[in-house]
């Protein structure tokens, strides 16, 4: 890597962390540039070579998010290689909880510390319309035992909020092993994990 690229990425990494570190403390909307340029360590001029304001420096660290996201299900061949829907869940889980793992600390952030109230419903929205065509490929009809938009929204309601849970945990299982967990409530329905004594 160029030894000018490097520093870029340090750069930006300063400022994505002092932006998390903020949002937490005092919410998006009561944060300043400055608290974030002194929080990394930077000059307000540097700030401003790479974002044009906080609001740019928050949609674009969420761009970044929503294009990983939506680059999941095209990596190694997930469409192709998928020959049944828990296959696709399979390989989608793997990849989505490891993903999000690693940006465990900004998601949180989003969802749970003052950030943008619109990161989860626009995180819904691109599972929604992703997990879709990928059903739809694999020519998966879903069943008319009651209106598809609320098949989804449990499906991708449910499958959000146990990942919210994952990562807010103090030690949050590894990745793998969550995925594991998602599969098991995904291919089993809440009441069949009632045991009789």
């Known amino acids: 890597m160029h030894q000018n690229d490097l520093k870029v990425r340090k750069t930006h990494t300063k400022i994505k962390r002092a932006l998390i570190e903020t949002i937490n403390e005092k919410g998006f909307g009561n944060l300043t540039v400055s608290d974030i340029t002194e929080r990394a360590g930077i000059n307000r001029g540097t700030f401003y070579i790479h974002y044009k304001g906080k609001q740019d420096l928050l949609e674009q660290l969420e761009e970044a998010i ?12 997930t469409i192709s290689s998928a020959t049944s829907y828990e296959d696709l869940n399979r390989q989608f889980f793997q990849k989505f ?13 989003m969802v749970l510390g ?12 691109i599972l929604t319309r992703e997990l879709l065509k990928r059903i739809e490929y694999l020519g998966i009809k879903m069943s008319d035992e009651i ?7 449990y499906a991708i309601g449910s499958m959000l909020n146990l990942s919210i849970y994952w990562l807010e945990k103090d030690n949050p299982e590894p990745p793998n092993e969550f995925a594991k967990i998602m599969m098991r ?10 045991v009789k004594e």
Do not use: C, V
Not at 97 to 109: P, Q, W
């Open 66 to 77: 929503y294009s990983d996201i939506i680059q999941l299900f095209h990596d190694n061949g």
């Open 97 to 109: 909880s490891a993903y999000i793992y690693g940006e465990r600390d900004f998601i949180l952030a």
């Open 114 to 125: 003052n950030g943008d109230p619109m990161f989860y419903h626009k995180i819904k929205q």
């Open 147 to 153: 209106p598809h938009e609320y098949i989804e929204e």
């Open 185 to 194: 409530t995904r291919t089993k329905a809440p009441l069949a994990f009632a």
